[in-house]
């Protein structure tokens, strides 16, 4: 157990449809990331937040969205889903803003659209 | 662009072999640190072993290590003595220092152990 925890472990949805992932991050930590890993683009950068910020962004879609709660734990809300927006989803989280010593990941959401 | 690339998509060793996985970036940063991570069958991502951009001492843990070549921009991690759990996807990333807070992942190297 990493301790960053993500869930649900599996979502099967419909095109169309809107899903929210949830991610707790490992105590302690502040920042909070989201990966998009598909089978044929590897691990993409999708957001980051770090004590209820927004500090980064990447390739997200408009249709994707996220936010960190005073708990700190996130959400990432996908909409209007599309097929191609399978793949698993990967939440990770580092003590400081910086992630110079890395990221710690949990299991991942495997998101099936249908 | 920042960008890490990883040259070899399938690689195979057998066990108690060697093997060298190969990684090159590009960055224009002096402040940055590299790292490898490993994602088994599982899919979970484990950190493998990290080097910090300023140290010149290639960084080691247990049975794997690396070859950091700042000037050539390259960063190859080697494992000894191959195990059957070694199997897995490896990924090398970058981070960069300053405003670029993400992890930059190279499209990984899947790694078959033999019996």
């Known amino acids: 157990d990493s301790g960053v925890t993500q869930t649900p472990k599996h979502l099967i949805t419909a095109t169309g449809q809107r899903v929210t992932l949830r991610c707790s991050p490992r105590?302690?930590?502040?920042?909070v990331y989201w990966y998009q890993q598909s089978l044929d683009q590897g691990l993409q950068f999708l957001i980051q937040?770090?004590?209820?910020?927004?500090?980064a962004k990447g390739n997200i879609l408009e249709r994707f969205s996220a936010q960190q709660f005073p708990d700190l734990h996130s959400e990432l809300n996908l909409s209007s889903l599309e097929l191609g927006d399978s793949a698993l989803y990967f939440c990770?989280?580092?003590?400081?803003?910086?992630?110079?010593?890395?990221?710690?990941f949990g299991s991942g959401t495997r998101l099936t659209v249908v | 662009a920042q960008t890490v690339t990883q040259s070899q998509p399938e690689m195979s060793v057998q066990e108690a072999e060697t093997v060298t996985l190969s990684c090159t970036y590009d960055?224009?940063?002096?402040?940055?640190?590299l790292f490898w991570y490993k994602q088994p069958p599982s899919r979970q991502m484990i950190l493998v072993i990290r080097?910090?951009?300023?140290?010149?001492q290639n960084a080691t843990e247990n049975r794997f290590s690396v070859n950091f070549q700042k000037a050539a921009k390259s960063f190859s991690l080697k494992i000894s003595d191959s195990q059957l759990g070694d199997t897995a996807m490896y990924f090398c990333?970058?981070?960069?220092?300053?405003?670029?807070?993400?992890?930059?992942f190279g499209t990984g190297t899947l790694l078959a152990v033999q019996p």
């Open positions: 990333a970058s981070h960069y220092g300053g405003a670029t807070n993400k992890l930059i």
């Open positions: 937040y770090y004590n209820g910020e927004e500090r």
């Open positions: 960055t224009s940063e002096n402040n940055y640190y």
């Open positions: 080097q910090e951009a300023y140290k010149q």
């Open positions: 105590s302690g930590d502040l920042s």
């Open positions: 990770a989280s580092s003590a400081r803003q910086g992630s110079s010593y890395g990221y710690t």
